[in-house]
């Protein structure tokens, strides 16, 4: 989850500026219908353009960039994994005041997991090991940050917090998780994301992954964050076993779990939602 960049990188997102944007930059698509999609995050405001079309305009300066990542990278992806992903159309231009690129994407049909539908759902963990693995499986160049450069930040946010957790537990939980063998591999792809707001569901079953921004090279260890997410004890297990996860990397999987979890609830304190689905993943982070 990227957090925001300040109220001065905040423009204002109408459906009339999106409508302008689209009409003149992709006029095949001017006799289209435009519906704002609620809710769409914290990163886009996301209109649907028809039946199939998605329009994402990033609504602070931290998601800029997603627009022509997502656009190289996941055409190449796509082919080698098992669950969905956006399929890009088109970038546009800044224009009509509105200051960056923004995106046209193929409508991914579903809903956006939750908790209460897929944490006790073994086949769900069983699909998102199967995911990971197939992501990490396409070569990669480059490498990507570890979990060091959160140090600093990660332990103001302990401090932060130490009211409503156990501060020296996460504080255990941090050091073990910087002290574990790092990563010594290749670097592999990885999704840099992955929480429920960035998964689809139908009919019940996990069938999409959303959201690339973060797409990059390195640790494959930041994306059992959503284990701490979505999963219950049980289907955590089931995740692990069948992604074949060594313990370092499993420890420090928990410390990007519990980072990533600080770092949301310190700088969406006021969103309820947020502080619902953070306090669940610093939690269970803390639990294993």
């Not at 090991?129 to 946010?157: C, K, M, Q, W, Y």
């Not at 960035?198 to 959303?210: E, F, H, M, P």
């Not at 700088?267 to 639990?287: E, K, N, P, S």
């Amino acid at each position: 989850m990227t957090p925001p960049t300040g109220i001065d990188d905040r423009p204002e997102i109408g459906t009339a500026l999106v409508r302008r944007l689209v009409d003149a930059q992709f006029p095949q698509w001017a006799g289209l219908s435009l519906t704002r999609v609620e809710p769409a995050g914290s990163d886009h405001v996301i209109h649907r353009l028809g039946d199939g079309l998605a329009v994402r305009l990033p609504c602070h300066r931290g998601a800029v960039g997603q627009a022509a990542k997502e656009m190289e990278w996941l055409p190449r992806l796509a082919p080698h994994l098992p669950l969905a992903v956006p399929a890009p159309v088109a970038v546009g231009a800044p224009g009509f005041g509105y200051p960056w690129p923004w995106a046209v994407a193929r409508w991914l049909d579903g809903e956006v997991a939750t908790v209460d539908a897929l944490s006790h759902s073994r086949p769900a963990a069983i699909a998102m090991a199967r995911f990971l693995r197939a992501l990490r499986s396409v070569p990669v160049p480059g490498g990507g940050p570890g979990l060091i450069e959160r140090d600093e930040a990660t332990r103001a946010a302990i401090a932060e917090t130490a009211g409503v957790f156990d501060a020296p537990a996460m504080t255990d939980l941090w050091d073990a998780a910087l002290a574990a063998p790092p990563w010594g591999r290749d670097p592999v792809w990885v999704h840099g994301d992955l929480h429920t707001g960035n998964l689809l569901t139908d009919g019940g079953r996990l069938s999409a992954v959303i959201d690339f921004g973060n797409l990059g090279a390195g640790d494959p260890a930041c994306d059992l964050t959503i284990a701490f997410t979505l999963m219950s004890p049980a289907c955590r297990t089931a995740f692990r076993d069948a992604l074949a996860t060594d313990e370092a990397t499993w420890t420090r999987g928990r410390g990007w779990a519990l980072s990533t979890g600080l770092n949301a609830l310190t700088h969406y304190a006021d969103d309820a939602r947020v502080v619902a689905q953070t306090t669940r993943q610093i939690t269970q982070a803390l639990l294993g």
